[in-house]
């Protein structure tokens, strides 16, 4: 076979398991840091590409192309080589097998989440100071009528922080099993080429339908509260109406961080995870 069968990569993910179990607390941290900052390279890159799309190409091709473009963060995270919280849920495949310690794993879990929020934030700094959010803007316009770049930000997190629980907690669902199959497609995958054509349409997908991801959205909605209180958008926010009070740090855990999160690892952890292990893993009992 050109590439490895469906249960060679669950026997691959048992010692994938125990290595990022394993790794030492600094490595950890730094690795998370990276991951957070690719998943945020790789959804400012989708914002900038939504804006004023949708008005020329219309609403399902500009969340194609939305998609298209985020996936170069998770290629970033495999190939370069990053500890993605989402991606990590399929540590329960090597705990389920009881190769890695149920212990280990919750560890690596809430180092890394912590770590990926702390590059995600990093690199909204960056984005802020660097003003690309004002691409679009046009001189003496309200920047509703420029189409800047920000208008588009700010609409991405004002809808993400006025999901109901159960409808962000089912979009983590959504999400979490395309990310965590776009992993294992590109462990299927012993070349580059290969791994990429493995990520790039399962973030696509997940992306273009509307899914939450926990990791993602610790970039679009920071930035979101960033520009809320930016002085030269106070005419702006000032037209969004109720929606734009949800958008607090508040807002942004209670509304969206909490519910996404569990629910991506439910699709992770369970419907890729422990399925592929029950499936492939997982002595028959005579």
């Not at 280990?104 to 909204?124: E, Q, Y």
Request: proline share 2%.
């Amino acid at each position: 076979m050109a590439f490895n069968s469906p249960a060679k990569i669950a026997e691959n993910f048992i010692g994938v398991g125990k290595a990022k179990g394993s790794l030492p607390f600094l490595k950890m941290l730094l690795l998370g840091i990276l991951a957070g900052a690719y998943i945020g390279f790789g959804a400012e890159l989708c914002t900038m590409v939504l804006t004023g799309t949708q008005n020329t190409l219309g609403l399902g091709m500009s969340k194609l192309f939305g998609g298209a473009v985020f996936s170069v963060g998770l290629i970033m995270v495999v190939i370069a080589g990053a500890e993605l919280f989402t991606g990590n849920n399929l540590m329960t495949i090597g705990a389920s097998a009881g190769e890695v310690k149920w212990l280990a794993l919750l560890k690596n879990w809430v180092v890394v989440f912590i770590a990926n929020f702390i590059g995600s934030l990093l690199l909204v700094y960056i984005m802020y100071k660097s003003n690309l959010w004002k691409t679009g803007f046009v001189a003496g316009q309200c920047p509703i009528e420029g189409g800047a770049c920000a208008n588009t930000a700010l609409g991405i997190a004002i809808g993400k922080v006025n999901l109901s629980w159960s409808e962000a907690f089912y979009r983590g669902i959504g999400c979490n099993w395309l990310v965590c199959l776009a992993v294992w497609l590109a462990a299927a995958a012993d070349d580059i080429i290969g791994k990429i054509w493995g990520i790039f349409f399962p973030i696509m997908a997940f992306v273009a339908s509307g899914f939450e991801h926990s990791v993602a959205n610790m970039y679009f909605v920071p930035m979101g509260i960033v520009l809320k209180n930016d002085p030269s958008l106070a005419e702006y926010v000032g037209t969004l109406g109720s929606k734009a009070d949800a958008l607090t740090w508040g807002g942004f855990l209670g509304n969206n961080l909490i519910p996404v999160t569990l629910g991506n690892i439910v699709g992770g952890a369970v419907f890729v995870g422990m399925i592929y292990f029950l499936v492939y893993l997982k002595k028959s009992e005579k």
